[in-house]
């Protein structure tokens, strides 16, 4: 039986990938990030809020809960970043997000893994979903680059992708601005589920790209949970 070749090696030959970054060789592992550039991500490491995974500073106990999840538990049961919004990471994630970056997808997802490795090595999942977009943004910007990146992690996990479980049924402005309070109002009821006799009793990992607040995400997961899902788990690329 004849094996389909791998198009990549003879591609490389005539039109080499280099890094995003530096703009030196990519290297087929590292696809369209260097290793050295990969490595010098700032990775999100202890201590951190034991919930909402945000990094903390100086010599902090374990069972550390940040001040925001103590006042008001987040919908999610568990929230964590592969890396600080800083740095490189940034201008990846806007070229992707932004620019019609796609091809950066795999790299991201990559690191998604390395996270979901890191953090949920007990959980056990059902399913993958992400954060959806309002179909008039998506029409805008050609594509939602959460779906890409979930639709990538849940090949490397081997899990289904949730395509039409969550909508975003209100169009919302930019969060960049807003404080905590005004992101929370702004994204309020802007999700709905449109498969609840599926959701329910199923256990998530929902995929976004960058987690500032937790707004967006919080909502989505407070959705499925009153949807009545199992438990939410978040998981982005970085943390702002």
């Given amino acids: 039986m004849l094996r389909a070749l791998n198009p990549e090696p003879l591609l490389d030959l005539f039109w080499p990938r280099s890094c995003e970054l530096c703009s030196r060789p990519a290297g087929r592992a590292a696809r369209y990030l260097c290793w050295d550039c990969l490595a010098s991500l700032p990775v999100i490491e202890p201590p951190y809020c034991s919930r909402c995974g945000d990094p903390v500073e100086g010599d902090i106990s374990r069972g550390y809960v940040c001040s925001l999840?103590?006042?008001?538990?987040?919908?999610?049961?568990?929230?964590?970043?592969?890396?600080?919004?800083?740095?490189?990471?940034?201008?990846?994630?806007?070229?992707?997000?932004?620019?019609?970056?796609?091809?950066?997808?795999?790299?991201?997802?990559?690191?998604?893994?390395?996270?979901?490795?890191?953090?949920?090595?007990?959980?056990?999942?059902?399913?993958?979903?992400?954060?959806?977009?309002?179909?008039?943004?998506?029409?805008?910007?050609?594509?939602?680059?959460?779906?890409?990146?979930?639709?990538?992690?849940?090949?490397?996990?081997?899990?289904p992708l949730a395509c039409g479980c969550l909508a975003r049924v209100r169009e919302t402005g930019t969060q960049t601005r807003l404080n905590l309070r005004e992101r929370a109002r702004n994204v309020h009821e802007a999700f709905k589920v449109d498969c609840p006799e599926w959701v329910r009793g199923r256990n998530f990992l929902l995929i976004d790209d960058v987690m500032t607040t937790g707004a967006t995400v919080n909502e989505a997961a407070r959705v499925l949970k009153r949807a009545g899902c199992g438990r939410v788990c978040v998981m982005t690329a970085a943390r702002g």
């Fill in 69 to 159: 999840c103590v006042d008001r538990t987040p919908a999610f049961d568990l929230a964590r970043s592969a890396v600080r919004f800083r740095g490189g990471i940034k201008e990846v994630l806007h070229r992707f997000k932004y620019s019609q970056a796609v091809h950066l997808a795999q790299d991201l997802a990559t690191l998604l893994q390395a996270g979901i490795a890191t953090h949920y090595r007990q959980e056990r999942f059902d399913a993958v979903c992400f954060v959806p977009l309002h179909p008039a943004r998506e029409r805008s910007r050609t594509y939602n680059q959460a779906r890409l990146l979930a639709g990538r992690v849940a090949r490397l996990l081997e899990l």
